[in-house]
T-cell receptor
Framework: SQTIHQWPATLVQPVGSPLSLECTVE??????LYWYRQAAGRGLQLLFY??????ISSEVPQNLSASRPQDRQFILSSKKLLLSDSGFYLC????????????FGEGSRLTVL | KQEVTQIPAALSVPEGENLVLNCSFT??????LQWFRQDPGKGLTSLLL?????REQTSGRLNASLDKSSGRSTLYIAASQPGDSATYLC??????????FGTGTRLKVLA
């Protein structure tokens, strides 16, 4: 069966520090991968998506970047965090050639102080 | 541009009631529709997926219907329980990479 792992679950970082959030998917191949951010009490905002290794599309200009070094690995990074980067980050995957069903990880809560 | 609206935005019901959550969308050209629940501080859990060619899906006490011609989907929860308290989201796929999220319904089931 397919599973998705996302870590770390919680982190508190000072302004200006780097960030790395990691997401891996098991049990499927060539998935579409997504990073979303959810601000407190708000909906989900798509940050990045990837349809293949090394293929990254950004939906909004921001302080963050994403990479896909392996088929089932998706990394969200920042060189210098801003206060506005605080939020709940969710990784997700889907395979359009199947049902197109979307699956989410458990999320990473980032607080920038 | 596809827009997805969920009504009501919040709902509070006593335990045991049957309830219906509504999802409306403006473009009937959808690939599938999913219903999720989100507990506070948690990720989204997929409840039901309805493909474009389907009319409804059932899982336990949950039943989701899809009417593309009227741009509506409903999530029916039978015999609600306090554990059903969460935010419910409908999400549409157009068959590309993009998923459109509804505005959500916050459900509270009172014991």
């Amino acid at each position: 069966s397919q599973t998705i792992h996302q870590w770390p679950a919680t982190l508190v970082q000072p302004v200006g520090s780097p960030l790395s959030l990691e997401c891996t998917v098991e049990g499927t191949s060539n998935p579409n991968l997504y990073w979303y951010r959810q601000a407190a009490g708000r909906g989900l905002q798509l940050l990045f998506y990837s349809v293949g290794i090394g293929q990254i599309s950004s939906e909004v200009p921001q302080n963050l970047s994403a990479s896909r070094p392996q088929d089932r690995q998706f990394i969200l990074s920042s060189k210098k965090l801003l206060l506005s980067d605080s939020g709940f980050y969710l990784c997700a995957w889907s395979v359009l050639e199947n049902t197109g069903e979307l699956f989410f990880g458990e999320g990473s809560r980032l607080t920038v102080l | 541009k596809q827009e997805v609206t969920q009504i009501p935005a919040a709902l509070s019901v006593p335990e045991g009631e049957n309830l219906v959550l509504n999802c409306s969308f403006t473009d009937s050209a959808i690939y599938n529709l999913q219903w999720f629940r989100q507990d506070p501080g948690k990720g989204l859990t997929s409840l039901l997926l309805i493909q474009s060619s389907q009319r409804e899906q059932t899982s336990g006490r949950l039943n989701a219907s899809l009417d593309k011609s009227s741009g509506r989907s409903t999530l029916y929860i039978a015999a609600s329980q306090p554990g059903d308290s969460a935010t419910y989201l409908c999400v549409l796929s157009s068959g590309t990479y993009k998923y459109i999220f509804g505005t959500g319904t916050r459900l509270k089931v009172l014991a």
